[in-house]
């Protein structure tokens, strides 16, 4: 069974760089046709899609975040990870990583599983 776990320094300072890493295990990150999604949830707001990877490596990210995110993959720690530069306390969220098909690039929830999520804080 595959399992997915967000982990993150859960603070930082506005203008800085964000980094989460979203572990796999139970399967490869390599595995076809899985695609590895990056959402997130400010307090009180809804869920927001941020961006995707591919079992092969192509990327997908959101129109309004497209400048700032990068999501990456390291296949022998079977990772993904997201960066997002510039961060704003509009930043402040739980960040969820989760596996899906072709068919949830965008906000599509409902994916078939999830990670538990890590809350990220921005402040200075």
């Known amino acids: 069974q595959v399992q997915l776990a967000e982990s993150g320094p859960g603070l930082v300072k506005p203008s800085q760089t964000l980094s989460l890493t979203c572990t796999v295990s139970?399967?490869?990150?390599?595995?076809?046709?899985?695609?590895w999604t990056w959402i997130r949830q400010p307090p009180g707001q809804g869920l927001e899609w941020m961006g995707a990877i591919g079992y092969e490596g192509s990327t997908y990210y959101s129109p309004s975040l497209k400048s700032r995110i990068s999501i990456s993959r390291n296949t022998s720690e079977n990772q993904s990870a997201l960066q997002l530069t510039s961060v704003t306390p509009e930043g402040t969220a739980v960040y969820y990583c989760?596996?899906?098909?072709?068919?949830?690039?965008?906000?599509?929830?409902?994916?078939?599983?999830w990670g538990q999520g890590t809350p990220l804080t921005v402040s200075s």
């Open positions: 139970g399967g490869s990150i390599t595995t076809s046709y899985y695609y």
């Open positions: 989760a596996r899906g098909g072709m068919e949830h690039i965008g906000p599509r929830w409902n994916l078939e599983v």
